[in-house]
């Protein structure tokens, strides 16, 4: 029977099924429809947060990641799918175990005396892997665990730009606090300075309740805004379990700069940008895992060949006398052909082939997805600039504006109503400028996570990469 069986495995052994393209042509644009960031010194993605100039950020955000929630759960993902790769790969190859076995015996007769039989012996299995089935598991298995060492990157990715997202946005609260500090005090002078001249007798009581109203809304807006910032200190302390004393003296010592200081560089051409998704290449090795699917649930249709066998020594002891011997047995060699399952194995091919569909679908709209993302970012980089040149002309205007204001209502020669107005204004003008100067990070960081956060694919195998 070995040569037969040895026979029928090298006759079929070239017949594999396949299943339906591994890959697909998600047909990425062949340029970019938004125009490229330029100005500010390009740098890599790869420890962008170590190139910003800025310690505390980059401390933030490694401190993000070690405690991260969302990225030990990737890491699980990751040895659960190791472990599945191993299991799959393990199927292909014979398993072999070892036993000893003692028995003793005796008979009621003399003639008949009690004997001891030992034994010790390895056993062995194997299915030929005639038609594919067990490879198209471990391929499938292999690669989703691909996939899953992308998602674990790009869970990275995801905490990285949210911790930045978070910090910018204190920094930001910070220049707000610092605006309304300004704009609560000198609404306080003014409301002091009226309080002084009406009771002199050269202001209406109407504009004496008008300063104490403006410095009343000034300090509601300085106290709203340091609750703000409070949530952000406490935000962050979440984020990245920093003790909320280290973290208050840390950022009381550091810059508090409101965009990042170094650019990203893109490459004009889209495939090559998209290629540093972990996100993209993970919904890629997912289309290549239901491809293999497919072709092991076609397998699964199709005669399934397996073969076993033991080799031991054993020995017999009876009546003081010991008698030992080898031996070994080749068998069963058992072939199985599927005659009838109501047409489970056929629904099975179908399901299998629904879910490649599915994930093709899926692939490509992971494609788009990101193309839409980049471009988004491009965009608001863009917009930023340019609104970031005339939100500072108009910063200009209404500070010299309101300084003409308050020194004529100061000289007697102005109203209260035309200080306030223009207070107003150039209250709104400060906060605008710094709304442009946030969203301009956020741009950044959008941009930075749409390309990937610094991942390639010769760092697949790395599990300890800063992205």
């Known amino acids: 029977m070995k040569p037969l069986a040895l026979a029928a495995a090298l006759a079929l052994g070239g017949c594999a099924l396949s299943g339906p393209p591994a890959a697909v042509d998600a047909q990425p644009p062949v340029q970019w429809h938004a125009p490229l960031p330029h100005g500010g010194t390009v740098a890599g993605l790869s420890g962008w947060w170590r190139s910003q100039g800025d310690p505390l950020l980059a401390d933030l955000v490694e401190a993000a990641q070690a405690v991260s929630p969302t990225v030990a759960s990737a890491r699980t993902r990751l040895a659960q799918a190791r472990e599945q790769r191993v299991a799959a790969g393990a199927v292909l190859a014979p398993a072999v175990d070892a036993a000893l076995t003692s028995t003793r015996s005796s008979q009621q007769s003399a003639a008949m005396p009690t004997n001891t039989t030992s034994q010790g012996y390895l056993q062995a299995s194997w299915e030929i892997d005639i038609f594919g089935a067990n490879r198209a598991a471990r391929d499938a298995a292999q690669a989703r665990y691909e996939g899953a060492q992308a998602g674990w990157h790009d869970a990275r990715v995801s905490v990285a730009a949210d911790t930045a997202n978070t910090y910018y946005q204190l920094r930001a609260c910070e220049r707000l606090l610092d605006v309304a500090r300004q704009d609560a005090a000198s609404r306080a002078d003014t409301a002091r300075l009226t309080e002084l001249t009406s009771r002199a007798g050269f202001e209406a009581p109407a504009s004496l309740a008008l300063a104490r109203a403006s410095a009343a809304d000034g300090a509601n807006r300085e106290i709203a805004q340091r609750a703000q910032c409070e ?159 005339q939100a500072q002309a108009a910063l200009e205007g209404y500070r010299a504006s309101f300084t003409a204001a308050e020194d004529l209502y100061r000289n007697g020669m102005g109203s209260l109503l035309q200080l306030e107005d223009s207070r107003r204004t150039r209250l709104a003008a400060e906060n605008a400028m710094i709304a442009v100067q946030r969203e301009r990070s956020a741009a950044w960081i959008a941009l930075y996570r749409a390309a990937g956060g610094g991942w390639t694919r010769d760092r697949l195998n790395s599990t300890a990469g800063n992205p």
């Not at 003296?249 to 893109?266: D, F, Q």
């Not at 998704?277 to 060949?305: C, H, I, K, M, T």
């Open 231 to 389: 949530v952000d200190v406490k935000t962050l302390v979440a984020l990245t379990a920093i003790p909320e004393p280290d973290l208050r003296g840390r950022l009381a010592a550091g810059p508090a700069e409101l965009s990042p200081a170094r650019g990203i560089g893109i490459d004009t051409l889209p495939a090559q940008t998209l290629a540093q998704r972990p996100d993209v290449f993970n919904a890629e090795r997912e289309l290549a895992a239901a491809s293999f699917e497919v072709a092991g649930a076609r397998a699964q249709r199709y005669p399934r060949l397996s073969l076993a066998g033991a080799i031991g020594r054993g020995q017999i002891r009876a009546a003081g006398d010991s008698v030992t011997a080898n031996t070994w047995t080749i068998g069963p060699v058992q072939v199985t052909l599927p005659v009838f399952d109501a047409g489970r194995r056929r629904a099975s091919v179908d399901a299998a082939q629904e879910r490649y569909e599915a994930a093709a679908t899926s692939y490509r709209g992971s494609v788009r997805q990101a193309v839409s993302e980049v471009e988004q970012a491009l965009v608001n980089l863009q917009g930023t600039d340019l609104r970031a040149v």
